[in-house]
Every structure is written in C-alpha cells, then in structure tokens.
C-alpha cells in the first residue's frame, strides 16, 4: 500500500513561515497531482494548493501570494512553502495525494490517499 507522512507544522508567531512537508511511501508506479488541504474544527476541509508531476501548480484564493507548492518526483515528496502567516492560518493541513501504485506483481491500482495531518498554530 502507499502512506503519506506529513511533518513541519508547529507553532508560529503572525508574519512568520513554516515550511510543511510530506512523503510518499510504498509501492509507487506514480503521483500524478499531489495537495495540500487544511481543517480547522467544525468546518469542512478546504484545499489549499495543488501541484501536477509536470509541476503545474494551483492555489486557493486565500493563500495565493503567500504559499508556494513544489515537489521532488524523485524522492515522491511534496513541500508547502507557508509566508506571511495569519492567524487564521491556523489549521491542520493534510497532504493528499492520487497515486498509481502496485498491489502486486505486474498489477496496478490507482487510489486517493491522505496523510495524517499536521498542525500548524499562528499566533497573534
């Protein structure tokens, strides 16, 4: 199977950065978009930015000019690049991903995965 593993959240003061991570783990053929999306209690989850294998990139409206995604196909990880941070910010941001992986020899299967989420604080 495949796992995703997020690290990075902590806690930051307001104007401050954080730089989340997350690594792909498993039998993978490939990731063809990876995500970042966030949660904050009682509301629904809301993606934050995407990035394609080709490196394509989309951002939610609320982060744009302040959040970077970029990736290393060769190591299967993904990065969110977190800049000016706002309190309301203040969320745990999931890593997400479609992968094409092989559940046995020759045999593949595409799946939707999800990290475990990592916290990230801002303070005011």
């Known amino acids: 199977q495949v796992q995703l593993v997020e690290s990075g959240g902590g806690l930051v003061q307001a104007g401050g950065s954080l730089r989340l991570s997350c690594a792909a783990s498993?039998?993978?053929?490939?990731?063809?978009?990876m995500n970042w999306y966030r949660q904050v209690p009682g509301h629904e989850r809301e993606l934050v930015a995407g990035i394609t294998s080709g490196g394509n990139t989309n951002y939610a409206d609320f982060v744009k000019d302040r959040f970077t995604t970029s990736r290393d196909n060769g190591k299967n990880t993904v990065y969110l690049q977190m800049n000016s941070l706002k309190p309301e910010d203040t969320a745990v941001y999931y890593c997400?991903?479609?992968?094409?992986?092989?559940?046995?020899?020759?045999?593949?299967?595409?799946?939707?995965?999800w990290g475990q989420g990592t916290q990230v604080t801002v303070s005011s």
């Open positions: 997400n991903a479609d992968v094409d992986y092989y559940y046995a020899l020759y045999a593949r299967a595409t799946s939707n995965f």
């Open positions: 498993g039998s993978i053929f490939r990731i063809p978009r």
